[in-house]
């Protein structure tokens, strides 16, 4: 799949394009091999300038309608439309889809909790009924005197109404702090149903129908509600039941967990149930002998993006990479089978496959793909599909005609720190508690907390804004949480193991070091933000830090974001009252009325609010602020002293 001249010129030196070591060693040799990745498109072509602003209208075919995002004013659309609805319009559009994204995966694993429960799928079983028995608590399920069988099913027809209702609250809304969910009922944002919110979100930005930006904001705050307290936390919370909560566990992460004498198979996407029936698939007998017949050592599975994240904050499966290195993970020629199901699935996989005969097999009736090879994984009969997989890769495997080249890097850390094993590692495992990490808020060797979250993008140099954002913020004594493709970074660079204690602040590093925790807590996947929604709510109910999320010392960045699902992702942050910060670019004009919205009017509405700077420096000094901002509001700020890199280092890590 040779380049030609023109895409050639166009090329930039690989040392910019990624901060991932045995990425940029795979960019060396695709280059060589005459095979295009996304980098190389990225370079080729810009974004569109006009789109970027959200200055451009669709919605109708009297458009596209472009405004000017230097004179916003200037002129509106065909229909009138302002460049403030324009905008609403587009960013209500990508809190819809994102939503619709994590519901469409909630609503997946609810339904295969239901078969589970009912009795009627004997595949999967309910392996953590504690946390059965603790959500349902949660939700007023009486247990007493029931069998897990029934409050398993109580929990389920409860947890449906998050889909199917159409008038009232959504069920998990509750678990909110009073103070808020009495905010977001006071402003109208209290989801109904995540249906009904994403059906009228669209409706709403349907060309002629809601025509006031502030209005639309509202609904799209109800929406991304829906995906926070709804279809991400109801994902999170059957995924657990189903398949375990998740625990502190050592794994390997980084290209150097292929192995050039197994079969090597990578599951990239989103939903758990493929990559669970992958894990029996690997462990069956007669398919780890049929790989020994083909000359392997063995079956060798690995995880990418987040479905990687979520086994291997789960199960401790080996973790190849983030989002900005699926491509280069194939250029290794190692890759025996190449397993997909949703979300962050690039169609250029399929040709980078094709150049180093890597099988790409799509799976999900979702998301087939031109070039890749469909297998249906049906949750009934699951190993009739990834054990195929497992034989397709063992016959690539025996007839592999590539050379092998598998960076040598691989980096051990810590993962799995859901929130509720926050509470046993800090209060112990009889009496586990939110008191210390609160205590040592208020008594300022923590100064705040932050969750550092979402994607690559192309268009960055891939992990440099997310590594950087992080060290400058544990070095200010700020605890870092981290979910997604960030995490992966973090991960890559060290500093998600205990060692990394010694690069955060003297009170953050005392409090690692007495606990034996890293100053990064990884979290798993992008679906499970919602473990630090409730991770937040869990510090409002325990005291000391004010009564609603709000108050809390606490910021939240998706520095390398890409997709609706981030939109909608910080949308449900800022609406539940986190300041969250965007690096890369953000869609929207400023000083317009729907900047001036977002970043500010929200707030003093008790809300969050956006804020965007693709400079990771800038964006920890607007964290701190932040958060030192809101212990002045509690009246637990102390002087300390801020420690940031300054132009001199800057200078010299950008010589570096």
Known sequence: MAKDKKASKKEVPINILTGCDATEQMLVKARQDGVETAFDRAAAMKACPIGADSACCKHCAMGPCRLNSKDPYGKVGVCGATIDTIMARNFGRNVAAGTASHTDHGMAMLALFREVVEGHNKHYSIRDPLKLERVAKSLDIEIDDKTTQEV?????????????????????????????????????????????????????????????????????SRCALADGWGGSMVATIISDILFGTPVPTAVEVNMGVLKKDQVNIIVHGHEPNLFESMIASVNEPGLIQAAKDAGAEGLNLVGMCCSGAEMMVRHGVPHAGNFMSVDTVLVTGAVDAFTVDIQCISQGLAKVANCYDTPMFTTNPRCHIEEATHIEF??????????????????????????????????????????????????????????????????????????????????????????????????????????????????????????????????????????????????????????????????????????????????????????????????YFVASGVYTIFGVTFPIIE??????????????????????????????????????????????DKARERVLTDMADRRAIDAA
């Not at 705040?448 to 960055?460: I, Y």
């Not at 590594?467 to 970074?489: F, H, M, R, Y």
């Open 591 to 636: 000083e317009t009325k729907f900047h001036k919205l977002l970043f500010g009017g929200l707030e003093e509405r008790g809300f969050g609010k956006w804020g965007f700077t693709p400079d990771p420096y800038e964006m920890a000094n607007m964290m701190i602020t932040h958060i030192d901002k809101k212990r002045k509001e509690l009246g637990i």
């Open 378 to 571: 049906e949750e009934s009969d699951p190993q009739a599909c990834t054990d195929d997989i497992v034989i397709k890769a063992i016959s690539r495997f025996k007839n592999r005609t590539k050379p092998i080249e598998i960076p040598p890097i691989v980096n051990t850390g810590v993962h799995g720190f859901s929130q509720e094993y926050i509470g046993y590692m800090l209060g112990g495992s009889f009496r586990g508690s939110y008191v210390p990490l609160n205590e040592n808020i208020i008594n300022g060797r923590i100064r705040g907390v932050a969750g550092v979250v979402g994607c690559n993008n192309a268009r960055v140099k891939q992990d440099w804004v997310h590594v950087e954002l992080v060290k400058e913020l544990i070095k200010n004594d700020v605890l870092v949480l981290q979910t997604g493709c960030s995490q992966i970074a973090l991960a890559k660079a060290g500093l998600t193991s205990p060692e990394a204690a010694v690069l955060a602040g003297p009170g953050l590093a005392e409090v690692c070091e007495t606990v034996g925790m890293p100053p990064v807590l990884g979290i798993g996947a992008c679906v499970d933000n919602s473990r630090i929604l409730l991770a937040a709510t869990e510090m409002v109910k325990t005291g000391g830090l004010g009564n609603s999320i709000a108050d809390l010392p606490a910021a939240g960045a998706a520095p390398e974001w890409m997709s609706e699902k981030a939109i909608a992702i910080g949308q």
């Open 152 to 220: 398993a099913v109580a929990l389920c027809d409860e947890l449906e109404k998050t889909y199917t209702q159409v008038e009232g609250e959504i069920p998990l809304i509750k678990l909110a702090p009073e103070a808020t969910l009495e905010n977001w009922r006071k402003h109208g944002v209290v989801p109904r149903g995540a249906m009904r919110e994403v059906m009228e979100l669209m409706n709403r930005t349907h060309e002629g129908v809601d025509q006031h930006y502030d209005n639309l904001v509202t609904q799209c």
